[in-house]
């Protein structure tokens, strides 16, 4: 099995930085990649950003691209999320998952095979 556990959202205000964090631990020999994905109220989960396992390619949302940073500390099992220029409308939960295979698409949560239990983040105009 595979545990992952997220950390760092908060209340901030609009234009303000959030440094989320989603640490790995289990089974995560062989997997392909770890994503962020967020859900609103009433909406889907939606993609946010993307790494491969050795965190050498990045895939972000067109959202995202100049905001948020998508990083991986490998040593630790960890990935980072910072998220800069933040609007209200980024206010969500924002989950982490791994996806074990290759041939899946970085971009879809159906890819994913794990999960986190997501962490709040609010954004005040």
């Known amino acids: 099995q595979v545990q992952l556990v997220e950390s760092g959202g908060g209340l901030v205000q609009a234009g303000g930085s959030l440094r989320l964090s989603c640490a790995a631990s289990?089974?995560?020999?062989?997997?392909?990649?770890l994503g962020w994905f967020r859900q609103a109220p009433g909406k889907e989960r939606g993609f946010v950003a993307a790494i491969d396992w050795s965190g050498g390619s990045t895939y972000y949302a067109d959202f995202a691209k100049g905001r948020f940073a998508i990083s991986r500390d490998n040593p630790k099992n960890t990935m980072y999320l910072q998220m800069n220029s933040l609007k209200p409308e980024d206010t969500a939960v924002y989950y982490c998952g791994l996806k074990r295979y290759s041939y899946s698409n970085f971009d879809s949560p159906a890819s994913y095979n794990y999960w986190g239990q997501g962490t709040q983040v609010t954004v005040s105009s």
């Open positions: 289990g089974r995560t020999r062989g997997a392909s990649g």
